[in-house]
């Protein structure tokens, strides 16, 4: 376990890139910014391996923090919440103004009253809205509704035989489940998005998306006060913990952070090796879709998100033999925890990555997320089975930001496919059954209510047919945008 120690600085070790004269000059912390490590990060995580478990690190210009990327020590930072808590408001570089406000990772570490960012009471309150929320979602409803979405996806680039998947399916696809779990409105769903994608980045404009995003979901929050439906917003407003617009808006940034950019992300990711891997091409040849699999290993090799699951020591301690100052953020290396040296195990069928977290703090939308990223991915290649990257798979280019691992573009061509809906996005093939995405009035017969949630609370009732394109009027302004896009 972490100790006390006294106030000195970390020192590399013999044979680190700092005494060698590779990589940076002594005393000067790798950075998780820019092209460089965009273009090659395990080439910086083999650098931070030098030092030891943990390393130091520059997250943004003059934000500095310490990097774990040891899987063990991972799981002992994140397991251990009453020395390691998560709450940002004891970052103290923040508080005494040598970390300013207006720098653009503050918007993704800053404190917000959700799960994620808060410990002991406040954290079982948050996490028992969210978890409870989830709950309601039905599995395979959901899977047939990403399988609906999926399609019109396809209706729109497959007939051109050309696409850009990144763009014009990874991201569009989470954006139209997430709108319709959200029961949001077309007008609110691109500058919703854009701003989650912008704090992510850590881009200059993140502060002002930020502000953009909360405006946003107030807008929605006041909407569904008004008029309450069977979707995730409605529910949690419901919830006995009562929650403020505050904290409403915290727990759908929560939420969005969780299944729109890293499940696009992961999307993507998976594609790419499907595409480009030689273990699964075989497979692929084959007619069979190793899709899991091909999940799995993103997840343990290019997690969506990287560097994250910050944690806020209550003194100084030393992690590993380095020395972290108290209310220095402390990040866990996903990525490089994941591919410790040190780590000997078969990857397949392991689901043991830290890709989705661990202990208290553990993701719980990871079933949900991993539905919405098989499906899709499996929609795809059942309707356009002969998909092939238009550029060697060393030539894709992968975004600048310390906390995600994600790629620009991914451009594919294919023999084109026939839409299975029309230019209005009605069926032009067999209707859906109409299944929701979500247990609207579960039989009390079969299944017990759950215990925080009043009975009957946000339930409405469906029109025939409404899990129908067809049928969603949001759905088909989406879709009428896009075309014109």
């Known amino acids: 376990?972490?100790?006390?120690?006294?106030?000195?600085?970390?020192?590399?070790?013999?044979?680190?890139?700092?005494?060698?004269?590779?990589?940076?000059?002594?005393?000067?912390?790798?950075?998780?910014?820019?092209?460089?490590?965009?273009?090659?990060?395990?080439?910086?995580?083999?650098?931070?391996?030098?030092?030891?478990?943990?390393?130091?690190?520059?997250?943004?210009?003059?934000?500095?923090?310490?990097?774990?990327?040891?899987?063990?020590?991972?799981?002992?930072?994140?397991?251990?919440?009453?020395?390691?808590?998560?709450?940002?408001?004891?970052?103290?570089?923040?508080?005494?103004?040598?970390?300013?406000?207006?720098?653009?990772?503050?918007?993704?570490?800053?404190?917000?009253?959700?799960?994620?960012?808060?410990?002991?009471?406040e954290h079982d309150r948050y996490r028992g809205a969210v978890s409870d929320t989830l709950n309601r979602l039905n599995?395979?409803?959901?899977?047939?509704?990403?399988?609906?979405?999926?399609?019109?996806?396809?209706?729109?680039?497959?007939?051109?035989?050309?696409?850009?998947?990144?763009?014009?399916?990874?991201?569009?696809?989470?954006?139209?489940?997430?709108?319709?779990?959200?029961?949001?409105?077309?007008?609110?769903?691109?500058?919703?998005?854009?701003?989650?994608?912008?704090?992510?980045?850590?881009?200059?404009?993140?502060?002002?998306?930020?502000?953009?995003?909360?405006?946003?979901?107030?807008?929605?929050?006041?909407?569904?006060?008004?008029?309450?439906?069977?979707?995730?917003?409605?529910?949690?407003?419901?919830?006995?913990?009562?929650?403020?617009?505050?904290?409403?808006?915290?727990?759908?940034?929560?939420?969005?952070?969780?299944?729109?950019?890293?499940?696009?992300?992961?999307?993507?990711n998976a594609l790419r090796l499907l595409l480009s891997d030689d273990r699964f091409a075989g497979d692929l040849s084959g007619g069979t879709m190793p899709i899991d699999e091909a999940l799995d290993e993103a997840l343990w090799t290019d997690p969506p998100i990287a560097n994250y699951a910050t944690h806020f020591p209550v003194r100084d301690v030393t992690i590993a033999g380095h020395r972290v100052g108290k209310g220095t953020p402390v990040l866990i290396s996903m990525a490089a925890a994941n591919n410790d040296p040190q780590l000997v195990s078969d990857r397949r069928g392991n689901r043991a990555h830290l890709a989705f977290g661990a202990g208290p703090h553990a993701c719980p939308a990871k079933d949900p997320a991993r539905i919405i990223a098989s499906t899709a991915v499996e929609k795809l290649l059942d309707r356009v089975p002969d998909i092939e990257l238009v550029v060697d798979a060393a030539q894709l280019q992968w975004r600048p930001g310390p906390f995600h691992r994600a790629l620009v573009a991914l451009p594919v061509s294919f023999p084109p496919v026939a839409a299975k809906y029309d230019a209005t996005g009605a069926a032009a093939t067999d209707q859906s059954t109409g299944d929701t995405a979500w247990n609207s009035s579960p039989d009390p017969s079969t299944t017990a209510p759950l215990s925080s949630t009043p009975k009957g609370a946000t339930s409405t009732g469906r029109e025939p047919g409404s899990g129908n394109g067809a049928q969603r009027p949001w759905w088909n302004s989406l879709i009428t945008w896009w075309r014109g896009r």
């Open 1 to 121: 376990m972490p100790t006390s120690t006294p106030d000195s600085g970390p020192t590399p070790p013999p044979g680190c890139p700092a005494h060698t004269g590779q990589g940076r000059a002594p005393g000067l912390p790798e950075s998780l910014y820019g092209a460089e490590f965009a273009e090659n990060p395990s080439a910086v995580y083999a650098r931070l391996r030098a030092y030891g478990p943990v390393a130091p690190v520059e997250i943004s210009p003059g934000v500095h923090a310490s990097l774990v990327t040891s899987y063990s020590t991972a799981l002992e930072v994140m397991r251990n919440t009453e020395t390691f808590p998560r709450d940002p408001r004891r970052w103290e570089a923040l508080n005494n103004g040598t970390v300013p406000m207006d720098s653009p990772v503050v918007p993704m570490m800053m404190y917000r009253p959700n799960p994620m960012y808060t410990d002991g009471e």
């Open 139 to 268: 599995p395979h409803a959901l899977r047939t509704y990403v399988e609906e979405s999926s399609d019109l996806l396809i209706d729109l680039f497959g007939p051109e035989g050309e696409a850009e998947l990144l763009g014009e399916y990874c991201a569009r696809l989470p954006l139209l489940v997430f709108n319709q779990l959200f029961g949001c409105p077309p007008e609110l769903s691109e500058p919703m998005v854009k701003g989650m994608a912008s704090l992510l980045d850590a881009s200059e404009d993140a502060v002002e998306a930020n502000a953009a995003l909360v405006e946003t979901l107030l807008t929605l929050i006041s909407l569904k006060r008004r008029e309450p439906g069977a979707d995730i917003t409605s529910w949690l407003l419901a919830h006995p913990a009562r929650l403020n617009d505050e904290e409403m808006i915290s727990q759908l940034i929560l939420l969005l952070g969780a299944g729109v950019e890293p499940v696009k992300n992961l999307i993507c």
